[in-house]
């Protein structure tokens, strides 16, 4: 197909999706990287534009907007919104994770739910998506109102939710305390003790390994990628953002297999710790954020090295970056320098971390560059195995859990390989990602007829 028509097609469908929600920069650049990746399959593929496939992804199945009343600790009303963007149910009940933070809109979930739905197909588990949560900001919340809110939060949440038809999850500012709560008042409600949410605690339905999996599976899709140039772990500093969930077993997985972390970050700032986070160092950061909530500067206190106040990780020197914080955090300068300095790894645990202009950048330098939606799936994943467990009634072993969850990332790799190899040296990972994910769902609404 030439690339006129493929620009002219993408352009066309961009000015349709800004044309309906123009206020949605976020949801457009998901949607634009999506597109491009998959104008020239379509336009092959025309039964697809006859079923109109796109412009029935871009629209979600539902979308649901709540108030959530609470009463804070100084017996103050406070008032929140409360969103469940319920995407696509082709391939099985809504599943994707709730996000509690200041920033959180309909743009910013419409572009997580439609990352979703493709990163839930790549699992190859019978998952569609879905994306939820609040403008609520855990930050500086003690327990009992983080208990409040989340309990205002599901008093509404449960009447759209169940665990064949949605099933939410954590995601930015929603961890084992927040699913707990969530979880205790949808089973008060409903009087049904069942598998309505994921990253449940082991003791009452979790899966073992799904705390680590997003981070972990990161690790283990570098590592395929890796592999195809005849590299590994062994040796390699590594650069990773964030200091939550992701980014600490990120870090865990690479000292496992033989490479050096030597930076974290949070909103505030990172460190950077030249002689690498080892195990030890690793426990105090775990505890420092999951059980004190604290500030990754404390690390740099601590240990003596050095604070990078206000600032991202991407100007360390490194062979592989994981940006496992946030979307947009990683620019097209921010990706040059990573890329001058010999960066031939990036593997993103987070969702879009990597603006467009970054992703073109690693592209055109044909390094290495895993997308969220295939790179993050292993968070999901394992979700997805949480479901399975729930159904059987029956729970895995860590093993069992970790060996699915690498066979499900090596999986997914393969699957990008086969839709994104454009030479014989170079696979485009976007392209094979969407592309990928794309085909079951776009068979399976077809097959399921205009609904
Ligand atoms: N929030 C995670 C993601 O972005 C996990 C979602 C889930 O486990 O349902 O994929």
Same mark, same amino acid.
């Given at each position: 197909?030439?690339?006129?028509?493929?620009?002219?097609?993408?352009?066309?469908?961009?000015?349709?999706?800004?044309?309906?929600?123009?206020?949605?920069?976020?949801?457009?650049?998901?949607?634009?990287?999506?597109?491009?990746?998959?104008?020239?399959?379509?336009?092959?593929?025309?039964?697809?534009?006859?079923?109109?496939?796109?412009?029935?992804?871009?629209?979600?199945?539902?979308?649901?907007?709540?108030?959530?009343?609470?009463?804070?600790?100084?017996?103050?009303?406070?008032?929140? !919104?409360?969103?469940?963007?319920?995407?696509?149910?082709?391939?099985?009940?809504?599943?994707?994770?709730?996000?509690?933070?200041?920033?959180?809109?309909?743009?910013?979930?419409?572009?997580?739910?439609?990352?979703?739905?493709?990163?839930?197909?790549?699992?190859?588990?019978?998952?569609?998506?879905?994306?939820?949560?609040?403008?609520?900001?855990?930050?500086?919340?003690?327990?009992?109102?983080?208990?409040?809110?989340?309990?205002?939060?599901?008093?509404?949440?449960?009447?759209?939710?169940?665990?064949?038809?949605?099933?939410?999850?954590?995601?930015?500012?929603?961890?084992? !305390?927040?699913?707990?709560?969530?979880?205790?008042?949808?089973? !008060?409600?409903?009087?049904?003790?069942?598998?309505?949410?994921?990253?449940?605690?082991?003791?009452?339905?979790?899966?073992?390994?799904?705390?680590?999996?997003?981070?972990?599976?990161?690790?283990?899709?570098?590592?395929?990628?890796?592999?195809?140039?005849?590299?590994?772990?062994?040796?390699?500093?590594?650069?990773?953002?964030?200091?939550?969930?992701?980014?600490?077993?990120?870090?865990?997985?690479?000292?496992?297999?033989?490479?050096?972390?030597?930076?974290?970050?949070?909103?505030?700032?990172?460190?950077?710790?030249?002689?690498?986070?080892?195990?030890?160092?690793?426990?105090?950061?775990?505890?420092?954020?999951?059980?004190?909530?604290?500030?990754?500067?404390?690390?740099?206190?601590?240990?003596?090295?050095?604070?990078?106040?206000?600032?991202?990780?991407?100007?360390?020197?490194?062979?592989?970056?994981?940006?496992?914080?946030?979307? *947009?955090?990683?620019?097209?300068?921010?990706?040059?320098?990573?890329?001058?300095?010999?960066?031939?790894?990036?593997?993103?645990?987070?969702?879009?971390?990597?603006?467009?202009?970054?992703?073109?950048?690693?592209?055109?330098?044909?390094?290495?560059?895993?997308?969220?939606?295939?790179?993050?799936?292993?968070?999901?994943?394992?979700?997805?195995?949480?479901?399975?467990?729930?159904?059987?009634?029956?729970?895995?072993?860590?093993?069992?859990?970790?060996?699915?969850?690498?066979?499900?990332?090596?999986?997914?790799?393969?699957?990008?390989?086969?839709?994104?190899?454009?030479?014989?040296?170079?696979? *485009?990972?976007?392209?094979?990602?969407?592309?990928?994910?794309?085909?079951?769902?776009?068979?399976?609404?077809?097959?399921?007829?205009?609904?």
């Amino acid at each position: 197909m030439n690339a006129k028509n493929s620009q002219s097609f993408v352009d066309d469908f961009m000015n349709y999706v800004k044309s309906k929600d123009p206020r949605q920069p976020e949801f457009h650049q998901a949607v634009h990287e999506v597109v491009e990746s998959l104008a020239d399959y379509l336009l092959d593929n025309p039964r697809y534009l006859h079923a109109r496939i796109l412009e029935r992804l871009v629209e979600p199945e539902r979308i649901i907007q709540f108030r959530v009343p609470w009463i804070d600790d100084r017996g103050k009303i406070q008032i929140n !919104r409360g969103f469940r963007v319920e995407m696509n149910s082709a391939i099985g009940p809504y599943k994707g994770g709730l996000r509690f933070h200041p920033t959180v809109n309909q743009s910013i979930l419409k572009f997580l739910a439609f990352e979703q739905v493709l990163k839930n197909s790549l699992t190859s588990l019978p998952m569609g998506g879905g994306k939820g949560g609040s403008d609520f900001d855990p930050k500086n919340k003690s327990d009992n109102e983080v208990m409040r809110f989340c309990q205002s939060f599901m008093t509404e949440l449960s009447r759209h939710i169940g665990a064949y038809t949605d099933v939410p999850a954590g995601d930015i500012g929603v961890g084992g !305390r927040e699913i707990g709560f969530l979880f205790g008042q949808y089973k !008060r409600i409903r009087n049904e003790f069942t598998g309505v949410l994921t990253g449940k605690g082991v003791e009452w339905g979790g899966s073992l390994i799904r705390p680590e999996a997003t981070g972990y599976g990161a690790v283990y899709f570098a590592k395929e990628m890796m592999s195809t140039r005849g590299e590994s772990f062994a040796g390699k500093i590594v650069c990773i953002s964030g200091s939550g969930n992701v980014a600490q077993y990120a870090c865990e997985k690479v000292i496992e297999l033989g490479g050096k972390v030597v930076t974290l970050s949070d909103s505030s700032g990172a460190i950077y710790d030249p002689d690498g986070i080892d195990t030890e160092k690793l426990a105090y950061v775990m505890e420092l954020k999951n059980i004190h909530r604290g500030r990754i500067r404390e690390y740099a206190d601590k240990y003596g090295v050095q604070y990078m106040k206000g600032q991202r990780p991407w100007s360390i020197k490194c062979d592989v970056a994981l940006p496992c914080a946030t979307e *947009n955090e990683i620019n097209k300068e921010e990706a040059e320098i990573l890329t001058r300095n010999g960066c031939f790894v990036v593997a993103e645990g987070a969702n879009m971390p990597s603006t467009e202009e970054a992703v073109r950048h690693f592209i055109n330098t044909k390094i290495l560059f895993g997308p969220g939606k295939a790179a993050n799936a292993g968070g999901v994943a394992v979700s997805g195995l949480e479901m399975t467990q729930n159904s059987m009634r029956l729970a895995w072993s860590r093993k069992e859990v970790d060996d699915k969850l690498h066979s499900i990332m090596c999986n997914i790799h393969e699957m990008c390989v086969k839709y994104g190899k454009t030479t014989h040296d170079f696979t *485009n990972y976007v392209k094979g990602a969407n592309i990928g994910g794309f085909v079951k769902v776009a068979n399976s609404m077809i097959a399921q007829g205009l609904v």
